[in-house]
């Protein structure tokens, strides 16, 4: 009877050096590539992976003046007082609600605008409509909220001017709880389509063109070859798009929510991050601060993790 020889030594150590020695013929092949990532690299380092360090707080009573390491260490206290707390379904629902509504009515839009704008056969008309949408990436989050304001006012608002010509009475936008999640859905539509169309327009270039070309031979119309070859193309790229823009679901940024509330839209547009600015900046009570702003990561992460295993299993595409 014949056993499995054993593997010396030797002969695992060999593939190790092929792979090392494989590595470092990549490294100095990509030098230049590499060289042009450090900036990146410091960038995450300093400002991405560097404060984690500092969400020791959430942990500690924090003093200023005691230092991070120096502070009384109290475990899961803040946790809690914010689970128990009258906050916590409030916060959740409504940053839950507004990710939620942001991601079913926000994300097929530059889906469709790039795939509309790969059937315009006008050259110019096109190059506009594509001008037209990315403008407002250009533009600052305070200066969409001032427009928003602007157009949304009762008083002189463009929006008010028509309802009042059409004999309609006037509406107070931005005071009345009902209108904000539409008008941050609709603002957030407007502001980002442009921009997030032109990675799926990439997505739809890098479509081989034999493949058009065999379905027009074929007596393919556009509509057939839109589903057929455009979409299935597209395929691995909304899947990962849509796993990012899942992931950032519940991490909705306080600056347009902040510029765009105020007391009375409280219910329905406060979330974790507008409460974890006022906690920690304007209260500093930055232990508690740290505290929800770290609920809120995890939480983010376990949705990203989900929609990646989702989206393998699904479609067996994924960010890892």
């Known amino acids: 009877m014949e056993y499995p020889r054993t593997k010396t030594v030797a002969a695992q150590a060999k593939p190790f050096a092929a792979r090392l020695e494989a590595t470092w013929k990549h490294l100095k092949r990509d030098r230049q590539l590499l060289l042009l990532f450090i900036p990146c690299i410091v960038f995450y380092a300093l400002f991405r992976y560097g404060p984690l360090y500092g969400m020791i707080i959430a942990f500690k009573d924090y003093s200023v003046f005691q230092g991070i390491l120096a502070s009384e260490w109290v475990g899961l206290k ?19 609600l507004l990710g939620f509504y942001s991601l079913i009515f926000g994300f097929p839009f530059p889906i469709l605008l790039a795939i509309m704008l790969n ?61 904000f999640r539409p ?23 890098g479509i081989s063109p034999t493949l058009y070309e065999a379905a027009r031979v074929d007596g393919a119309s556009r509509w057939q070859t839109m589903r057929h070859i455009t979409l299935p193309g597209l395929l691995p790229t909304i899947l990962i798009m849509f796993i990012l823009k899942t992931g950032s679901m519940i991490r909705i940024g306080y600056e347009k929510v902040l510029l765009l509330y105020n007391p009375t839209t409280y219910d329905v547009a406060d979330v974790f991050s507008t409460f974890v600015y006022r906690k920690g900046l304007l209260e500093a009570n930055y232990s508690y601060a740290a505290a929800v702003g770290l609920f809120e990561a995890l939480v983010a992460m376990i949705m990203l993790l989900g929609a990646n295993f989702l989206s393998r299993r699904l479609g067996g595409n994924g960010l890892w």
């Not at 001008?131 to 929006?159: E, R």
């Open 183 to 205: 008008i941050y859905v609709l603002s957030d539509i407007w502001a980002s389509v442009g921009y997030e169309a032109i990675i799926f327009l990439a997505a739809i270039a």
């Open 78 to 96: 803040h946790f809690i007082k914010f689970f128990s707390g009258p906050d916590f379904w409030l916060l959740f629902r409504n940053t839950l």
């Open 119 to 179: 059937e315009v056969r006008l050259n110019g008309f096109k190059k506009a409509i594509q001008t037209l949408s990315y403008l407002p990436a250009f533009l600052s989050v305070v200066i969409i909220s001032s427009m928003i304001i602007d157009f949304l006012s009762p008083s002189g608002g463009i929006v008010n001017r028509v309802l009042a010509a059409l004999g309609f009475e006037k509406i107070y936008f931005l005071i009345e709880s009902e209108w």
